[in-house]
């Protein structure tokens, strides 16, 4: 029974250690709501290209899952998009998962 505990209780650490800093977000909602904001439009006038280079450059602003939020919700209000709380969890979700790899 106590091994049994351990393991429970090891695996449960793990998964922990391994969970998305966005649980609540939709990777998918949030490259459609990219997409739908033009988000790229925006990012290629200060980058050039498809603007994925504000991703993915080597001084890149954002450090933390926290700090990601905080700029999608920044973009959005830039940008004039209404988003809720849970689709700027979805866009962050995205992000993260295409570029960020915040755990």
């Not at 695996?11 to 790229?40: I, M, Q």
């Not at 830039?78 to 995205?94: M, R």
Request: proline share 6%; glycine share 8%; with cysteine.
């Amino acid at each position: 029974m106590r091994h049994r505990f351990l393991g429970l209780t090891l695996a449960l650490l793990a998964g922990a250690a391994f969970a998305s800093p966005f649980p609540k977000g939709d990777p998918k909602a949030g490259e459609k709501l990219v997409k739908e904001a033009k988000c790229g439009a925006c990012h290629a006038s200060m980058f050039g290209g498809d603007g994925s280079a504000i991703y993915t450059r080597p001084d890149r602003k954002m450090k933390n899952p926290e700090q990601l939020r905080t700029q999608v919700r920044f973009c959005a209000t830039q940008l004039g998009v209404s988003w809720f709380p849970e689709e700027e969890e979805n866009v962050a979700a995205y992000l993260n998962q295409q570029y960020y790899k915040f755990k």
